[in-house]
């Protein structure tokens, strides 16, 4: 059955994605069940998004109790949902107003047009430069693929918007080289995520603080993979001690109901006044009540400790797995996302790896060609990882014979 699905698959969407092979059928915390019966342990949340792992019983209960209310009424109407989730995300951050958006490219894209719009009405015209940094990912719309630093994603769809410079990350010197007056927004992930699990340090992170406070300009943090707890604290800036301008936040959010949100202060949301931007989803009041179970789940002095903890138990892990088998050169991330970069010896074959962990019985990711992405629910048990660890050390052991 599974395979005729998949057949079918290639007849009827279009061929931009790839599916691995495997059909699921249901999931329950961190484990995943596919349509053969096959069970898999899921380490890679799918892509980092489902939190508390699959089937929650309080996000169900979250979704249906507002499902049997009302579904959509648009942004024509405040929500009691939305209202209360921009109260939680404006408790929970440096923000004072949110603006929500269904997908994360959609919470970067409103981002970058602030960024613009800011600097338009307090600056001019001319301040429109956004620096971004190789490797970066911000999503999919052309805007932001182009903001992205990987050319590939953004070449062959014609001419891209201007005004966009690439940097090195963690270059602190091209940064203070490249930030003039002209420009108006510098946006960073925290971690880069799909680019390798490459985390900012904390004095390239500084420096873009103080040079977009020397010229005016907007610091945009992208925690859509990094924010709601996956790293250790509810957002990555707060471990850095860095606040940024503007912050979007997508993935974990909904734990896997797609919902968004970008989240500014007060003065700098100003700049979006009435007309200049929307959605017609936009907040939609399911993924909303949804959202805001999720964070009352995760914003908890337990779950944080909780994540740091199997965080911990995980690198420890994947330490002696590379003890045995030296096949990583490098183990890094925080929290509960973790990239296991390759030797050179074994570059370009992450994806093989994954491919075997799955034949195995474990989901994971790749981050590039060479990283090996980790990115379980941040609810996994004791026993989840256990038994994942040693699925991954029997997959190592077949990927380096
Ligand atoms: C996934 C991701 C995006 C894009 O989010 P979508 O919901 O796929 O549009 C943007 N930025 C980062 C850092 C991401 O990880």
Not at 4 to 12: G, N
Request: aromatic share 8%; hydrophobic share 45%; with cysteine.
């Amino acid at each position: 059955m599974s395979s005729d699905t998949r057949d079918q698959y290639d007849q009827v969407l279009f061929p931009n994605y790839s599916p691995l092979l495997i059909i699921p059928d249901r999931g329950e915390g961190a484990r995943l069940w596919d349509t053969e019966g096959r069970e898999y342990i899921d380490f890679a949340a799918g892509i980092a998004v489902s939190a508390l792992g699959h089937a929650h019983p309080a996000l169900i209960e979250a979704l249906t109790k507002q499902a049997k209310k009302f579904w959509h009424v648009s942004n024509l109407m405040a929500t009691a949902p939305a209202v209360e989730l921009a109260q939680q995300l404006v408790d929970c951050t440096f923000a004072e107003r949110v603006l929500f958006a269904n997908s994360g490219a959609e919470a970067n894209e409103g981002a970058l047009k602030l960024a613009r719009r800011y600097a338009v009405d307090h600056f001019g015209e001319q301040k429109n430069q956004i620096i971004a940094f190789d490797q970066a990912f911000h999503g999919r719309t052309f805007f932001t693929v182009s903001v992205g630093g990987q050319a590939k994603y953004s070449d062959g769809f014609g001419p891209k918007p201007g005004g966009i410079t690439h940097l090195p990350f963690n270059d602190v010197a091209a940064l203070k080289a490249a930030v003039s007056d002209q420009t108006c927004a510098v946006i960073m992930e925290p971690i880069q995520g799909e680019g390798g699990v490459n985390p900012a340090s904390q004095d390239f992170v500084a420096a873009a603080r103080s040079l977009c406070d020397e010229h005016h300009a907007l610091l945009i943090f992208d925690e859509i993979q990094t924010g709601v707890m996956r790293t250790g604290s509810m957002y990555r800036y707060q471990a850095l001690g860095v606040e940024p301008d503007i912050l979007t936040t997508a993935k974990g959010l909904g734990g896997g109901f797609p919902i968004a949100a970008m989240l500014a202060k007060a003065d700098v949301a100003k700049s979006l006044g009435v007309g200049t931007h929307g959605g017609t989803y936009a907040g939609n009041p399911m993924g909303c009540a949804v959202a805001s179970e999720v964070l009352k789940i995760v914003d908890t002095d337990e779950m944080k400790s909780r994540v740091n903890e199997v965080s911990e138990q995980l690198r420890t892990g994947l330490e002696a797995i590379n003890q045995e088998f030296k096949l990583f050169s490098d183990i890094r991330g925080f929290g509960l996302l973790i990239g296991c970069e390759l030797k050179p010896e074994y570059h370009e074959n992450a994806r093989e790896l994954v491919t075997l962990l799955m034949a195995e019985g474990l989901l994971a990711l790749v981050a590039g060609p060479n990283v090996l992405r980790l990115a379980p629910p941040l609810i996994l048990s004791d026993k989840d990882m256990k038994e994942g660890l040693a699925i991954l050390r029997q997959a190592v052991s077949q990927f380096v014979a």
